[in-house]
């Protein structure tokens, strides 16, 4: 994927594209308030993936912890068969809104500074490059980007 880069007025800076097509996905979630994070990198996305997603999430997030897990409503968020643990709520936004959807945010930060304008040598070296380009971000940058007003809870 090409990604835009800053060049001198007037020239036509070159970049290197990826012609090939293989995917690997990363299933995120980001707590907004406190910067911590969890994904898992998949091969693929399906309803087995995501569930051992929220598996993941409820372990690490702890049973004294609810979660409300914002999505958009792909296949494997709204399956019939997903297992959702009891301290997990999953609030689902309306068709075709990226834009409230946090993480969208941070799909888009991660391609521009470490996943765009590079030829990956194969699968392999895709797979550890998207699980780098994760554990790259630290809580305060995650908390940064995926911060929005309408998630973080006001006093007032």
Not at 67 to 79: E, K, M, N, P, T
Not at 117 to 127: G, K, P, Q, S
Request: with cysteine; charged share 20%.
């Amino acid at each position: 994927m090409l990604a835009k880069v800053w060049a001198d007025k007037g020239s036509r800076p070159t970049a290197i594209k990826q012609t090939e097509y293989k995917w690997v996905y990363i299933l995120g979630a980001v707590n907004p308030a406190n910067g911590k994070s969890s994904a898992l990198v998949s091969p693929t996305v399906n309803t087995d993936y995501m569930n051992h997603h929220l598996r993941f999430i409820s372990e690490e997030a702890g049973s004294d912890v609810h979660v409300v897990l914002v999505l958009d409503r792909a296949g494997w968020h709204i399956a019939k068969d997903l297992q959702v643990p009891s301290n997990i709520t999953l609030l689902h936004l309306p068709p075709y809104s990226p834009e409230l959807n946090p993480i969208e945010r941070l799909w888009a930060y991660m391609k521009r500074y470490y996943l765009s304008n590079r030829v990956y040598e194969n699968y392999d070296e895709i797979f550890q490059v998207a699980k780098w380009a994760w554990n790259k971000i630290n809580p305060d940058r995650f908390r940064s980007i995926c911060n929005t007003g309408w998630i973080t809870r006001r006093e007032y």
